[in-house]
């Protein structure tokens, strides 16, 4: 009988691991999440003259980690969720799809080649693999959303890409991944995994 009842309580939805979320888990991805919003809200700034909507924030380096340490579902949560709350600033709709855009197309291929080689190099391939998906889907996005949220014709924009959208899409990454290389694994082993 008092068999039965621990194995019934060591199965509740919060405490399960067999399905990977944990009362932990569940606890951590919240907080990334809430530190993601912080640093869209609070952290972003532009990195490139004369193209001031195009900002930089630390989110897609907090995206990335929380890919690494739990995984592509909690990667992607952390990707979408976050940027919700820009729907009530002057990025409004376009906005946030772009920062969906750009930070769930790094973090997804990143986090799926992670979770198959949890090693450094498994981190650095699947970030570069991210990269490339990113900068594609960044460039692309620009094109088709821009010219909504901006009113700039799709001429103006494409004539954007090499002087202002690669650059910025690359110095962004770039910092996301360089930093994200360097604290991953001091993140991830304080978070107990």
Known sequence: MATSTIERHDSHSTTDQANGWSTKRIAVTALF???SAIATLFLEFPILPGVAWLKYDPSGIIALIAGFAFGPAT?????VIPYLVH??????VYGVLMAVLATFTLVMPAALIYKRNTTF???????IVGAVVCIIACIVGNI???PFYTGMPTEAVIGLVVPALLPFNLIKIGINCVVTALIYKPVIKALGN
Do not use: E, P, Q
């Open 87 to 92: 729907l009530a600033t002057a990025s409004g």
């Open 121 to 127: 190099k498994g981190a650095i391939i699947g970030m």
């Open 144 to 146: 088709i959303i821009t």
């Open 75 to 79: 990667g992607a949560i952390v990707s």
């Open 33 to 35: 999440c809430a530190l």
